[in-house]
């Protein structure tokens, strides 16, 4: 495998800097952003390589448990962030952690001890990469997922309550809404699938055939961790709405949109 330079990606850093200087000379108000989330990916992704290194060779399955359960704090903070409006009192980041808990998390475990089957099975070299790539699709979908459905309810408060006096329940008051959501958030994913191999290559795959893996296997791979993301992708939405439908009315079947606040 051929090793990158510290230098080599300075230069393509340099070509983010001007990148940014262009779009803001053509009106891009948010450049100073790009410039920080730049930052921060590459001091985030410097900092992992040197904790994996440690963890990988450590083998324990405290390290690994700890190395998931924050990316999954840190996949719930970041859906709670992409929000137009939030739920009071960290509401929006406990719907994102227990969409991604029960599907990214729980879809991982059983890959892991029922189709891969490292040995042992919670090896950090297969447990870490597959959760955050499963993660990091399904933070995604379901931060779009959640901002859809809360600006909807807020910009058709009206015609929610209409529904409610004609005697419909709050699940059927929001059907429509849901349906909006939904596809909101599965576009992405349905073009990701379409466009798999023929458009573009996903970067697991090409990771993996970079470092010299049998094409084919990097194909295997890489079909696997795609059918893991729909399944944890549609799941997590499907449970993320329906935890966000309940905290948007109270006991008597109310719309209560004095729980959101805008972020």
Known sequence: MITLGYMDLASLAGMVFLLGILL???GFKET???WIASVRMVVQLLLMGVWLSWVFNSDSLWLVGLVGGIMLAFAGY???KRQT???QKAGSFVVGLMSLSMTALVLTI???TLVVQPQPWYEAQYAIPLLGMILGNSMTAIGLGLDALTKSAVKQKNQIEAQLA??????ESMLFLKRQSLHTAMIPVINML?????????GMMTGQILAGIDPIEAVKY??????LITVSTASGVLIALRLAQKRLFDQRMRLTLDHLIRN
Do not use: C, D, H, W
């Not at 890489?222 to 059918?227: F, K, V």
């Open 85 to 87: 409006y939030r739920f």
């Open 24 to 26: 803001m000379l053509n």
């Open 222 to 227: 890489q079909i696997m961790i795609m059918l």
């Open 78 to 80: 970041e859906i709670l």
């Open 194 to 202: 379409a466009a798999a191999g023929i458009v573009s290559l996903p």
């Open 32 to 34: 100073r952003q790009l």
């Open 166 to 171: 004609l005697g419909k329940t709050a699940k």
């Open 110 to 112: 059983f890959t892991l």
